[in-house]
Protein backbone atom coordinates (compact mmCIF):
# COMPACT_ATOMS: atom_id res chain seq x y z
CA UNK A 1 0.00 0.00 0.00
CA UNK A 2 1.75 3.64 -0.70
CA UNK A 3 1.53 6.33 1.41
CA UNK A 4 0.96 9.80 0.62
CA UNK A 5 4.33 10.84 0.59
CA UNK A 6 5.45 8.24 -2.25
CA UNK A 7 3.08 8.99 -4.63
CA UNK A 8 4.04 13.13 -4.33
CA UNK A 9 7.71 11.78 -5.25
CA UNK A 10 7.27 11.85 -8.65
CA UNK A 11 5.88 15.33 -8.91
CA UNK A 12 8.54 16.62 -6.51
CA UNK A 13 11.36 15.21 -8.67
CA UNK A 14 9.70 16.85 -11.75
CA UNK A 15 9.11 20.29 -10.06
CA UNK A 16 13.02 21.82 -9.78
CA UNK A 17 12.96 21.62 -13.76
CA UNK A 18 9.73 22.46 -14.33
CA UNK A 19 10.58 25.94 -12.59
CA UNK A 20 14.35 25.56 -14.60
CA UNK A 21 12.69 25.66 -17.76
CA UNK A 22 9.68 28.31 -17.28
CA UNK A 23 12.88 30.49 -15.90
CA UNK A 24 15.12 29.93 -18.94
CA UNK A 25 12.39 30.58 -21.53
CA UNK A 26 11.18 33.73 -19.65
CA UNK A 27 14.87 34.98 -19.65
CA UNK A 28 14.94 33.95 -22.84
CA UNK A 29 12.71 35.63 -24.24
CA UNK A 30 13.28 39.40 -22.30
CA UNK A 31 16.84 39.18 -22.91
CA UNK A 32 17.10 37.30 -26.42
CA UNK A 33 13.85 39.12 -27.56
CA UNK A 34 12.32 42.00 -25.39
CA UNK A 35 15.93 43.74 -24.12
CA UNK A 36 17.58 43.64 -27.58
CA UNK A 37 14.18 45.58 -29.14
CA UNK A 38 13.98 47.64 -25.93
CA UNK A 39 17.60 49.05 -26.24
CA UNK A 40 17.23 49.23 -30.29
CA UNK A 41 14.24 51.56 -30.27
CA UNK A 42 15.45 53.53 -27.52
CA UNK A 43 19.03 53.81 -28.87
CA UNK A 44 17.41 54.99 -32.28
CA UNK A 45 15.06 57.33 -30.71
CA UNK A 46 18.13 58.87 -28.65
CA UNK A 47 20.54 58.68 -31.32
CA UNK A 48 19.12 58.48 -34.73
CA UNK A 49 22.24 58.85 -36.84
CA UNK A 50 24.77 57.04 -34.67
CA UNK A 51 22.36 54.25 -34.48
CA UNK A 52 22.02 54.35 -38.83
CA UNK A 53 25.70 53.71 -38.79
CA UNK A 54 26.48 57.58 -38.63
CA UNK A 55 26.35 57.39 -42.55
CA UNK A 56 26.82 59.95 -44.78
CA UNK A 57 24.62 61.15 -47.84
CA UNK A 58 26.07 62.83 -50.91
CA UNK A 59 23.83 66.16 -51.82
CA UNK A 60 21.44 64.11 -53.89
CA UNK A 61 20.92 61.33 -50.68
CA UNK A 62 23.31 58.93 -51.86
CA UNK A 63 25.01 57.12 -49.25
CA UNK A 64 28.30 57.23 -49.59
CA UNK A 65 29.87 55.58 -46.44
CA UNK A 66 30.48 56.14 -42.56
CA UNK A 67 31.70 58.96 -41.31
CA UNK A 68 33.53 56.20 -38.92
CA UNK A 69 35.07 54.50 -41.39
CA UNK A 70 37.60 55.68 -43.83
CA UNK A 71 37.86 54.35 -47.54
CA UNK A 72 40.79 54.47 -50.07
CA UNK A 73 40.96 57.49 -52.14
CA UNK A 74 43.01 57.72 -55.31
CA UNK A 75 43.96 60.74 -57.57
CA UNK A 76 45.45 63.82 -57.18
CA UNK A 77 42.15 65.82 -56.84
CA UNK A 78 41.27 64.13 -53.03
CA UNK A 79 43.08 64.00 -49.60
CA UNK A 80 44.78 60.85 -48.83
CA UNK A 81 44.23 58.97 -45.24
CA UNK A 82 46.33 57.07 -43.09
CA UNK A 83 48.10 53.89 -44.06
CA UNK A 84 45.76 50.79 -43.51
CA UNK A 85 46.60 47.35 -42.52
CA UNK A 86 43.22 46.10 -43.08
CA UNK A 87 42.83 47.99 -46.46
CA UNK A 88 40.31 50.44 -44.70
CA UNK A 89 37.88 47.50 -44.78
CA UNK A 90 35.98 47.20 -41.74
CA UNK A 91 35.29 43.76 -41.93
CA UNK A 92 39.02 43.26 -41.52
CA UNK A 93 39.59 45.32 -38.68
CA UNK A 94 43.63 45.11 -37.99
CA UNK A 95 47.14 46.76 -37.03
CA UNK A 96 50.19 45.91 -38.34
CA UNK A 97 51.09 44.63 -34.86
CA UNK A 98 54.32 45.72 -35.99
CA UNK A 99 56.87 46.51 -33.06
CA UNK A 100 58.16 50.68 -33.48
CA UNK A 101 61.79 48.60 -34.00
CA UNK A 102 60.79 46.42 -36.28
CA UNK A 103 62.79 47.03 -39.41
CA UNK A 104 60.04 46.09 -42.05
CA UNK A 105 58.32 48.92 -40.38
CA UNK A 106 60.94 51.17 -40.91
CA UNK A 107 61.31 50.82 -44.04
CA UNK A 108 57.77 50.78 -45.38
CA UNK A 109 57.49 54.01 -43.28
CA UNK A 110 60.66 55.69 -45.14
CA UNK A 111 59.40 54.52 -48.30
CA UNK A 112 55.87 56.31 -47.68
CA UNK A 113 57.56 59.72 -46.49
CA UNK A 114 59.76 59.81 -49.56
CA UNK A 115 56.13 58.90 -51.33
CA UNK A 116 54.28 61.71 -49.43
CA UNK A 117 57.01 64.51 -49.92
CA UNK A 118 57.15 63.42 -53.87
CA UNK A 119 53.59 63.52 -53.96
CA UNK A 120 53.04 67.28 -52.06
CA UNK A 121 56.19 68.66 -53.56
CA UNK A 122 57.31 69.29 -50.17
CA UNK A 123 60.74 68.19 -48.10
CA UNK A 124 60.72 65.11 -45.86
CA UNK A 125 60.71 66.87 -42.44
CA UNK A 126 57.21 68.41 -43.66
CA UNK A 127 55.97 64.95 -43.66
CA UNK A 128 53.04 64.31 -40.51
CA UNK A 129 53.86 60.96 -38.77
CA UNK A 130 50.08 60.11 -39.24
CA UNK A 131 50.51 59.94 -43.32
CA UNK A 132 53.35 57.22 -42.97
CA UNK A 133 51.94 55.29 -39.31
CA UNK A 134 49.18 53.18 -39.79
CA UNK A 135 46.11 53.56 -37.05
CA UNK A 136 45.47 50.59 -34.77
CA UNK A 137 42.02 49.83 -36.11
CA UNK A 138 43.04 50.45 -39.80
CA UNK A 139 40.41 52.23 -40.54
CA UNK A 140 40.38 55.52 -38.72
CA UNK A 141 39.36 58.12 -41.51
CA UNK A 142 40.81 60.80 -39.25
CA UNK A 143 44.05 62.71 -40.14
CA UNK A 144 45.93 65.80 -38.38
CA UNK A 145 45.01 69.34 -39.86
CA UNK A 146 49.12 69.78 -40.56
CA UNK A 147 48.55 66.14 -42.87
CA UNK A 148 45.21 67.99 -44.49
CA UNK A 149 47.37 71.06 -44.72
CA UNK A 150 50.58 69.76 -46.64
CA UNK A 151 47.71 68.40 -49.04
CA UNK A 152 45.64 71.83 -49.61
CA UNK A 153 48.13 73.02 -52.77
CA UNK A 154 47.55 69.65 -54.43
CA UNK A 155 43.71 69.30 -54.03
CA UNK A 156 43.06 72.81 -55.38
CA UNK A 157 45.45 72.66 -58.45
CA UNK A 158 43.91 69.34 -59.87
CA UNK A 159 40.59 70.85 -59.10
CA UNK A 160 41.21 74.14 -60.42
CA UNK A 161 40.24 76.32 -57.36
CA UNK A 162 41.68 78.51 -55.28
CA UNK A 163 43.43 77.07 -52.05
CA UNK A 164 41.10 79.19 -49.57
CA UNK A 165 38.17 77.41 -50.83
CA UNK A 166 40.22 74.03 -50.19
CA UNK A 167 40.95 75.91 -46.43
CA UNK A 168 37.66 76.41 -45.59
CA UNK A 169 36.29 73.03 -46.45
CA UNK A 170 38.92 71.54 -43.83
CA UNK A 171 38.14 73.99 -41.41
CA UNK A 172 34.74 73.03 -41.97
CA UNK A 173 35.96 69.17 -41.36
CA UNK A 174 37.43 69.70 -38.29
CA UNK A 175 36.19 67.52 -35.40
CA UNK A 176 36.92 68.25 -31.83
CA UNK A 177 38.14 65.15 -29.78
CA UNK A 178 37.28 66.36 -26.29
CA UNK A 179 39.38 68.38 -24.01
CA UNK A 180 41.89 65.48 -23.96
CA UNK A 181 42.50 65.31 -27.37
CA UNK A 182 43.26 67.40 -30.46
CA UNK A 183 41.28 68.40 -33.25
CA UNK A 184 41.38 65.97 -36.41
CA UNK A 185 40.31 66.21 -40.13
CA UNK A 186 37.85 63.65 -41.20
CA UNK A 187 39.29 62.30 -44.28
CA UNK A 188 36.11 61.01 -45.93
CA UNK A 189 33.70 63.82 -44.89
CA UNK A 190 36.14 66.43 -46.34
CA UNK A 191 36.30 64.63 -50.03
CA UNK A 192 33.17 64.30 -50.27
CA UNK A 193 32.49 68.23 -49.09
CA UNK A 194 34.85 68.68 -52.21
CA UNK A 195 32.82 66.34 -54.65
CA UNK A 196 29.51 68.15 -53.70
CA UNK A 197 30.90 72.16 -54.41
CA UNK A 198 33.78 71.13 -56.85
CA UNK A 199 32.97 68.12 -58.67
CA UNK A 200 36.16 66.74 -59.94
CA UNK A 201 36.23 64.85 -63.72
CA UNK A 202 36.13 61.13 -62.34
CA UNK A 203 35.75 59.99 -58.49
CA UNK A 204 38.10 58.86 -56.61
CA UNK A 205 36.40 56.82 -54.29
CA UNK A 206 36.85 52.77 -53.88
Request: glycine residues 10%.
Amino acid sequence: MQTANSSNEPMASRAPWVQALRFMLVMAILLGLFYPLVTTWVGGMLFPDQGKGSLIHAEDGRVIGSRLVAQTFVGEAYFIGRPSSAGNDAGEVVGSNLAPDSLELRERASADAAAVAAREGGSLDRVPLDLITASGSGIDPHISPAAADIQVARVARARGIEEASVMALVDESLEHTGWLGSPVVNVLVLNARLDDRFPPPSTGME
